[in-house]
């Protein structure tokens, strides 16, 4: 990885570091209360306070002002600072600007804010009840951008969006089955957790905006930027230098606004950091609640499902209801279902907003549908690998969407999970192998595997330029944002292998809108896929340039030469040849310029759900082993082995490192994490040491990581599809170490113990 | 002017600015002596300073290190930190890196240097005796890029290059000449003066070096630290804030090499800030003797002319042989003589080295020709004027490089001159009219003017990008960098313009190599003309991409569409269009880029300086009003009126206020500015103290600023037309006043005085 020497020894650049001359420190007062009339801000006496330039309050969005404060990628429902009133334990009230952070913090503490409590509201299913209190009344205006793909909805209700997905007949599937299982699973709010915290840093010069923002989309903030403060995009520049981690947390709007607008008051430019604990509140991944009912026959051949999907976006929609849509759309899992109904709602509540969190409504939807296939499996007294083979989509099988697959390794993945687990017929609980590794011993071991089919983002466009410089060394020009994930490196390497020459002569930019071509986002595992496909298709262009050049120069037809090691030669012969930069010098430009764009098309209907969900279908399994200690409750992972179909890679060290990624971050998600909040909606767990992710104790001791590739040329992202069926593979090995089925994560010991104590 | 605001307010960014954490400040440790032997250096006393990150010598650029110290636009003459030897007072030694300013100051006292003293040589014609010490033995290596510019040369001599000129027979001419006269003028080395210091930040980050620079040239800077680092061109970076002022100061490599080095030493990013005093040691102006020798008949006509000309370009020759080439090549001004012969040298001496300073060889040329124009009109009993009117160059002209010159304005351009003072044939001295305003008075007024003729830098190439974006406003892509002339300004005029959008969704880039398109320079007038051109050319190629587009969307034809208010429409219709940005949206790119590049052609030929000198000559006159002292020697400049003829003007006010800055500076240069040297090559006036700029007061109370248009389609530079012309104006003027003619800059009070004493 190009950047890996300066991200581990902490030299690389990040936001955070942005230091200007002038610069003033936002801090961010926020809400106490879930749900309140904002009553009365007195902001004077901070305004006072020497070193502070300035504070933002709702008094700077006044019609006079000419400038709203609503804003939201689907919903104009999140305001800069809050108008009418808060809606979660958390949401900003006010901003100040000033010398430093203490001088802030103590202004933020002379601010005199006056609340009316109101009533609040949590859970997803309880807010949709008829007498919940309304969080957003009346009913946020949608953007317009995505009227074809969320439906409209009536006001007057928490329900956000509404994701429907029809295929076949559900109801007659059912009255087919031989059995009929219905269960319900619920995932809890969990955080990204990136090692850097948001960072934005503002700045105002002749009447335009620079932003250094910790983003993942440059882009869509430089256009939500401009509406918001009525400027044209040229006039607001978004500069991104490496995240330290994104994971989705940092895919919309977040204090780009905050920023900006003390920027703009204070004529100055200011820079706000997120604590942890604000990091906590500031976005989240979606608790869910998902009812699964699947008709099965005897013999295991599923034959219908209806799931009833509730993702809690919190106060503020964010990207909720595409990631109730996606998870929505995911819910028959890698199986053959002819009967499916599909609904999967967003609700608005009083918690923390929930957005995207790697995976994208999948990890919830995997949870739900495979741990209930081991539970069908039992039912059925069938194998657990069984039942799934026997469901399995194969190529030219119609997935729930209603599109034909191709390209299917769900076969050979689930071999896979099964083998690194030496899964042998024996080994499901219901067939009465015992697991304890010792009988004296209080540890039981269990396997357990699960299998994944995911989206990337569809329909998407990504577009990129090549710049050869005089010696024919290449500036890969992208507004792809390097995480970590190491975009620049597999970037660098498609461009170096397409243009034949060396990686260590390929250089690739970090994104700024004013100067990179439109990317639309980093996220969706898409990079390697979309922007991969952008930079050889600008490679093209490069390459047809050089070779009209090289015509003329060389005095060749075109058939005759031959692009290879940075030159263009005449076939046959070694004497006749310039390079790539003698061309450039020669072709009076002195560089020269290639651009390609990568752009898929796709959607589904909004009635039924049917259509192209997504240009290709990410597909994954995990096979796991766990030990669980009967007397604690504490679950080991033994042995976690994510398999993906890749496509093409790239970068095989950076393929497994995201499987790895992937893999902790299940592990996370399945024993640790959970965010929990007091009856008033008050987050109790704000850092680190009440919020556990995993340590180095809690990863597996052994992973394998594989990837298929399977001679592919296509290129597939992989950075999120192994996340998602972590917690049910470990929930299946746990169920066959100790038998205690678990559907709400995550998997606790004290969870396991009452269950264990039940027995 | 687009940044007027942040510039007037000191808002704006600079590269002083930057930065960035770990960030250490480096030093220079510089010669004592003219000309030394470096015998030995000890740093080790200056590492163990608490604070000292790294000291770089000549050790680090051992041949193990790989690492070759030499650098230089035209010559390797100059190295990163002295190797064997010092060659003028300032030379740099050695450099540290630490962690503040005073630690480095201190660390540079610790550094123990031993020389071995050398003769000097600061006289450019001494310079060239036999016996004179050689500034470098052997000659440096010339870069091969200029070898068909400067012609090589044998060693052994300081002499640096040679430039010719021979048209027709001189010695023919002077024959025939009714009167031969020989004449010869002197102009001191001066400063540049911006008023921001040259700065410069390095860091290396992944094997890559970035440069934030104060540079002119951040292409050329490119590939000169690429050469010296051995990295490929897309390996280096550099990026420009705007500038403080450069007029040419800050055009040749100047502290990168030695931040780059220390950087990648210490391994962390260094900041060097040049102090006043390093400035005066950096970089100047040439110092020139000016031998002319004119012939002419009776009547006026100017038959044949001789000129031998010294550039003194210290001990590195930067760009002075290609200063002394410029000059050379208009040493025969806007007149026509059938018989020239001009020997241009640039000599390498002991002294400061000699660069570009706004005008490149012509202020010292106009100085001396115009000067003797007015001394050859009182031998003839002449009016200057009439003298002038008589030889000027017109339409379809040859000029002395042999070149057909069209479009000449000289005649309306010495008109305005001769207006601008209400000239009348009493007006001159020779003709005994008093020039005193008042007889009892001690102030004498006088009347002068002077014309001038000057090449834009040929052959020469711009490239330009132009980024449309989703709502149809507009990025330029540009490497010109803003350095207080309203680059930016004229640049987003020109794209408005041919895009037909307005001015406020235009936003224009500053220079990043890694992003913006090549540019040769910003320098030599060229960057409204050269890359104003290449914008002028992306925008055709943007609006060629939307009519393609817009055909198939529209389903009309080409013909049929207008590009107007940033929309296509139909023609004939009001409702049949699409927006820019709709089309964008719709090209499945998101952004549209438009590409342009601007390319001239010339070149004189080495043995005989014929050819095309330059793509179009800048033309210009100053007419101008002084009084004299006759007490105290003191001259007040009353009127100054530059003109020019400027092409088609972009921006009326910003080229008024180049005229103005051309004007003030020639004023500085006329009567103030030298730096003056000890009999050991110490410079003794290097700060503002003692080396004096114009101040408010001695700005001409009245300037009138006039630029001819003509209808022209074709963009002029005009950043130094008139710089050159404003010494021998005032000298002129200095003379008629009071009969006193100086041939050595400045016109100060002594020299006044002390020639009014012999009289």
């Known amino acids: 990885m190009i950047d890996a020497h300066e991200r581990v020894t902490g030299r690389i650049n990040y936001a955070l570091n942005i230091e200007l001359p002038g610069m003033l420190y936002g801090k961010i007062l926020r809400s106490p209360f879930p749900h309140a009339r904002v009553v009365h801000i007195d902001s004077s006496a901070a305004e006072r306070l020497t070193g502070v330039a300035t504070v933002l309050t709702r008094g700077d969005f006044t019609q006079a002002s000419g400038y709203s404060a609503k804003y939201g990628r689907i919903f104009r429902d999140q305001s800069v600072v809050a108008l009418d009133k808060v809606r979660f334990v958390g949401d900003p009230v006010a901003a100040v600007a000033a010398a430093n952070d203490d001088i802030a913090e103590e202004a933020l503490s002379l601010i005199k804010v006056d609340y009316e409590e109101f009533p609040a509201v949590f859970d997803e299913a309880e807010a949709l009840k008829g007498d919940a209190p309304l969080v957003h009344d009346p009913r946020p205006e949608q953007q317009a951008i995505f009227n074809n793909l969320i439906q409209a909805l009536p006001g007057g209700s928490n329900l956000c969006s509404h994701f429907k997905l029809r295929r076949g007949d559900v109801e007659a599937g059912f009255h087919q089955a031989d059995f009929v299982y219905e269960d319900l699973f619920r995932s809890p709010a969990v955080q990204h957790v990136p090692l850097e915290p948001h960072v934005t840093v503002a700045q105002f010069f002749h009447g335009k905006l620079t932003l250094w923002t910790s983003t993942q989309m440059p882009h869509a903030v430089r256009s939500q930027m401009a509406e918001l403060l009525h400027l044209p995009l040229a006039r607001v520049r978004v500069i991104v230098e490496t995240l330290g981690g994104g994971f989705g947390s940092k895919g919309s709007l977040r204090l780009e606004p905050l920023a900006a607008f003390l920027a703009l008051k204070a004529n100055r430019p200011v820079k706000i950091v997120l604590t942890r604990e604000e990091e906590f509140v500031t976005v989240c991944k979606h608790p869910a609640t998902i009812r699964i009912k699947t008709g099965v026959m005897k013999d295991g051949t599923l034959v219908a499902r209806q799931v009833t999907a509730h993702f809690n976006t919190g106060a503020y929609s964010d990207v909720g209801p595409v990631v109730a849509r996606n998870g929505g759309s995911a819910m028959s899992g890698p199986y053959k279902i002819p009967h499916v109904r599909i609904d999967s709602f967003a609700v608005w509540t009083n918690l923390v907003p929930a957005g995207a969190l790697r995976g994208f409504g999948v990890p919830q939807a995997v949870w739900a549908y495979e741990s209930q296939m081991d539970m069908i499996a039992e039912r059925l007294r069938l194998d657990p690998i069984e039942l799934r083979r026997k469901n399995l989509l194969r190529d030219d099988d119609l997935f729930a969407t209603g599109e034909t697959l191709t390209d299917l390794h769900f076969d050979e993945l689930l071999d896979r999970a099964a083998d690194s687990v030496q899964w042998t017929a024996g080994d499901a609980r219901w067939n009465q192998s015992a697991h304890a590794t010792d009988k004296n011993s209080a540890t039981r071991r269990g396997k357990g595997l699960a299998l994944v089919i995911k989206a990337t983002i569809t329909p998407s466009i990504s577009a990129a330029a090549l710049k050869l410089n005089e010696d024919g060394s290449l500036n890969v020009l992208t507004s792809s944002v390097e995480c970590g994930q190491g975009a620049k490196t597999v970037l660098a390497q498609i461009a170096a292998d397409a243009m034949q020459v060396p ?26 896929f979309s922007m991969g496909g952008a930079v050889t298709k600008a490679a093209e262009d490069l390459k047809r340039q050089l070779l009209s050049h090289a015509t003329e120069l060389l005095e060749a037809s075109v058939d005759d030469l031959v692009l290879a090691n940075g030159r263009v030669t005449v076939r046959g012969t070694s004497d006749r040849f310039l390079s790539y930069g003698a061309i450039a010098m020669r072709s009076n430009q002195a560089n020269l310029m290639g651009h390609g764009s990568f752009s898929t098309r796709g959607g589904l209907d909004l009635e039924t759900g049917q259509g192209i969900g997504s240009v290709h279908w990410h597909q994954g399994a995990i096979g796991c082993e766990v030990e669980v200690d009967i007397e604690t409750g504490k679950i080991k992972v033994l042995r976690l082995s994510p398999s993906v179909f890749a496509g093409r890679v790239v970068n095989p060290r950076l393929c497994e490192l995201q499987l790895e990624g992937c893999a902790i971050f299940g592990v996370g998600q399945a024993l640790l994490e959970e965010m929990i909040y007091d009856d008033r909606g008050q987050l109790l767990n704000t850092n680190l040491s009440d919020y556990n992710i995993p340590s180095f104790d809690d990863i597996p001791e052994q992973m394998s990581l594989s990837a298929l590739e399977h001679g ?39 969870k396991i113990l009452r269950q264990l104590h039940k027995l």
Not at 503 to 528: A, C, G, K
Not at 719 to 748: Q, S
């Open 712 to 750: 592919a040329e296509e290129l597939h992202g992989i950075g999120e599809t192994l996340l998602p069926p972590v917690m049910a593979a470990i929930g299946n090995a746990v169920y066959n170490a100790v038998g205690v089925r678990i559907r709400d994560l995550p998997l606790t010991a004290e």
């Open 503 to 528: 990686l260590e002569r390929v250089s690739v930019s970090d994104p700024d809108t004013d100067l990179t071509p439109y990317d639309q986002q980093t996220s969706s595992s898409r990079t390697t």
